[in-house]
């Protein structure tokens, strides 16, 4: 989304959202930023993706546009922590980032391509399948192959967790 095409819609602003993000942990600081744009002209992914804006999703947040928690945009982020070393609000970007990704994750609006990930991470603990070319690849690099997962030790260790149950949520969603 270009920054002309970022169109404040009344009837979508929801003023509680910032309270929200503000009680969140890495979130209550977001209040502070004054839209400098230090953290996006120092940003790596924002360097070679102009679909990613730091400042913009804090913006949003801020705005109380909803549509921030639905947006591919704050998974883009690549938590190299340059925006945080140098904002001068401390407002520490990358951890409101986290807080936005948190809250869409709770209120299930993680963007499908990251809950294909999620499913991953519970069912095998890995972000994707390895395969047998996986591991060719890596005994070409004189590198172990990888054993398969245990799914049940896995379920074990998610047992119980916010994650099993923001999960389980996406999948009922579905
Ligand atoms: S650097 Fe800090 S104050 Fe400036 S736009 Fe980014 S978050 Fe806001
Ligand atoms: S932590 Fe994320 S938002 Fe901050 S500079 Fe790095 S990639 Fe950009």
Do not use: H
């Not at 169109?7 to 993000?21: G, N, T």
């Not at 801020?62 to 904002?87: F, H, I, K, N, Q």
């Amino acid at each position: 989304m270009s920054m002309e095409k970022l169109e404040l819609r009344y009837r979508q602003v929801d003023s509680s959202l910032v309270k929200k993000l503000k009680q969140m942990p890495g979130g209550e600081a977001v209040g502070r930023c004054y839209q400098c744009g230090t953290c996006s002209a120092s940003c790596v992914v924002n360097a070679m993706l102009d679909n990613f804006n730091p400042r913009r999703v804090i913006r949003m947040a801020v705005l109380g546009m909803r549509e921030v928690l639905e947006s591919v945009e704050p998974w883009y982020c690549a938590v190299c922590y340059m925006c945080t070393e140098r904002c001068p609000r401390n407002v520490k970007p990358v951890s409101v980032l986290m807080a936005v990704k948190n809250l869409s994750a709770i209120e299930g609006k993680v963007p499908q391509a990251f809950r294909n990930i999620n499913e991953n991470i519970a069912r095998i603990g890995r972000l994707f399948e390895i395969d047998d070319f996986t591991n060719f690849m890596r005994e070409d690099m004189g590198l172990p192959p990888i054993e398969p997962s245990d799914e049940e030790e896995v379920a074990k260790l998610i047992s119980g967790t916010e994650f099993e149950r923001v999960v389980k949520g996406e999948a009922e969603n579905e």
